[in-house]
């Protein structure tokens, strides 16, 4: 079965970056789309952006210029950076698999979530 | 950005009551919309995807329905393991978004 497991610091600095790793077991990387999710702390849920595996992105406007989102294929996974970041960026971050071509679709399955707290 | 609106934000329930949760979108999405419970400290778990179809393995006490811009939720005959936030996705346009989420809980 598929399955998603989120990685990386649980507490970033102010202005420093965010990079967060999601390895995927059960199924090949290159056959899906591929998302980050996050979840400000008793807020709602905000789509951060996709990629697939030729390197192909589409980034939240929200978060364009400050999001990358990367694969690895060899090691089965992808990557999310995010720069300058800010107490706003404290959340509970989730990875997830698209269900359709070019994310048009809901998420199934997700990784359990890692919480990033952005506090000096 | 296409705004998912739901509400009630909060709703309280017993044991075998009916529920709906509605949700609006603030233009045309034709039924590309989900449904996804989500328990305290978990992630989020699909239910409904394309608006009425149920994902495999959930329980048909769940339902969904609308089309357009009004949608709704229904858990018919509530059972413990359904207090839990709910929240709607459209997928008709980027930026993909969510509702700000529901919480069932108990009376």
């Known amino acids: ?120 | 950005d296409i705004q998912m609106t739901q509400f009630p934000s909060t709703l309280s329930a017993s044991v075998g009551d009916s529920v709906t949760i509605t949700c609006r979108a603030s233009q045309s999405i034709s039924t590309w919309l989900a449904w996804y419970q989500q328990e305290p400290g978990k992630a989020p778990k699909v239910l409904i995807y394309k608006a009425s179809i149920l994902e495999s393995g959930v329980p048909s006490r769940f339902s969904g329905s609308g089309s357009g811009t009004e949608f709704t939720l229904t858990i018919s005959s509530l059972q413990p393991d359904d207090f839990a936030t709910y929240s709607c996705q459209q997928y008709n346009s980027y930026p993909l978004t969510f509702g700000g989420g529901t919480k069932v809980e108990i009376k």
Do not use: M
Request: with cysteine.
């Open chain 1, 1 to 120: 079965q598929v399955q998603l497991q989120e990685s990386g610091p649980g507490l970033v600095k102010p202005s420093e970056t965010l990079s967060l790793t999601c390895t995927v077991s059960g199924v090949s990387i290159t056959t899906y789309h591929w998302t980050w999710i996050r979840q400000p702390p008793g807020k709602g849920l905000e789509w951060i952006g996709y990629i697939f595996y030729s390197g192909s992105t589409n980034y939240n406007p929200s978060l364009k210029s400050r999001v990358a989102i990367s694969v690895d294929t060899s090691k089965n996974q992808f990557s999310l950076r995010l720069t300058s970041v800010t107490a706003a960026d404290t959340a509970v971050y989730y990875c997830a698999r698209c269900n359709a071509l070019n994310c048009y679709s809901w998420f199934d399955p997700w990784g359990q979530g890692t919480l990033v707290t952005v506090s000096s």
